[in-house]
């Protein structure tokens, strides 16, 4: 049973930064795959991130690629989203996730989720 435990959220105006943090319990970190997923007020659950077991590759959501960057450190067992540029639409509260290999962008194949940060961005 992996535990992931987020954090780092918070309210931002937009244009501003904010990196999430997720630390998981599980000795054995690096097999499993870890993704950001983010869920707005009334909308569904949707993909943000996916990063592999060492690092790469990684993918985004078109929404957020070239402003969100994913990382890893296997050492201190923790998964990280540094948010950039950040918009009024980026409000929601953010998940991390694991699983087993292979790689997916698809939420319903993650077994493993976190209680959830949120992120409220202001104008």
């Known amino acids: 049973q992996v535990q992931l435990v987020e954090s780092g959220g918070g309210l931002v105006q937009a244009g501003g930064s904010l990196r999430l943090s997720c630390a998981a319990s599980e000795r054995t970190f690096s097999n499993y795959i870890m993704g950001w997923f983010r869920q707005a007020p009334g909308k569904e659950r949707e993909f943000v991130a996916v990063i592999s077991r060492f690092g790469g590759p990684t993918y985004y959501a078109d929404s957020v690629k070239g402003r969100f960057t994913i990382s890893r450190d296997n050492a201190k067992n923790t998964v990280y989203l540094q948010m950039n540029s950040l918009k009024l639409e980026d409000t929601a509260v953010y998940y991390c996730?694991?699983?087993?290999?292979?790689?997916?962008?698809?939420?319903?194949?993650?077994?493993?989720w976190g209680q959830g940060t949120p992120v409220t961005v202001s104008s």
């Open positions: 996730a694991a699983k087993r290999p292979p790689i997916t962008t698809n939420t319903d194949e993650y077994a493993y």
